[in-house]
Structures are given as structure tokens and as C-alpha cells.
């Protein structure tokens, strides 16, 4: 059986509000890892924050995976996951997204 695994990873680079960069990434965290409980087609899910001041390196990763391209499409439309991303979407983000079945 292969699995997709669906990569993504979070830069928060809002300028207004930097001050609260801590506090809306853990928010962020919570919400992603909440994702578990509402969406049956989730695999695994993990989420982490980084630790490296490296200044190319992302603020969090999102580590997902599903048994088929379907369950990854099922969970991009999925009620919870939109929610996740209209918070997103409430500050300046840059992300980069990974898919891939192995």
C-alpha cells in the first residue's frame, strides 16, 4: 500500500504585528493538530515548530499523510481544514507546499 504524504511549510512574515508571531503560531499549531479529531481521511498528522534561527529557515511544518490522492483532496476541502486556512489567511504568511506518494 503507498501512502501521500502532503509537506507544507509556514514563514510568518506579517509586518504589522510581529509581536505576535509566538502567539499565532501556536494558535496555528492547535488548530492543525485539531485537524485529527474532524477529518477521517488524516493518516497522521504532526506539527512543528521550529527551532533554528537560520534566517532561510520556515517558522512550522506541516506533516500530513493519506491513503489516496482522494482523502488529500477530501481534506483540502474538508470544513475544518478551511477554517485553518481562513486563519491563515488573517496575517501575512509564505509557504511551500510538498506531495508526494511513497
Known sequence: MSL???IVFIKYVE????DNKVEFLNILRFKLESLKDSIDEIVNLEVGIN????????????????ETEKD????SKHP????VLDFMRSVELETAVVDYLI
Open 4 to 6: 501521500l504524504k502532503h
Open 15 to 18: 509586518t504589522n504585528s510581529t
Open 51 to 66: 527551532i533554528s534561527n537560520r534566517p532561510t529557515a520556515f517558522d512550522m511544518s506541516l506533516y500530513v499523510q493519506f
Open 72 to 75: 488529500l483532496a477530501i481534506y
Open 80 to 83: 475544518e481544514h478551511v477554517k
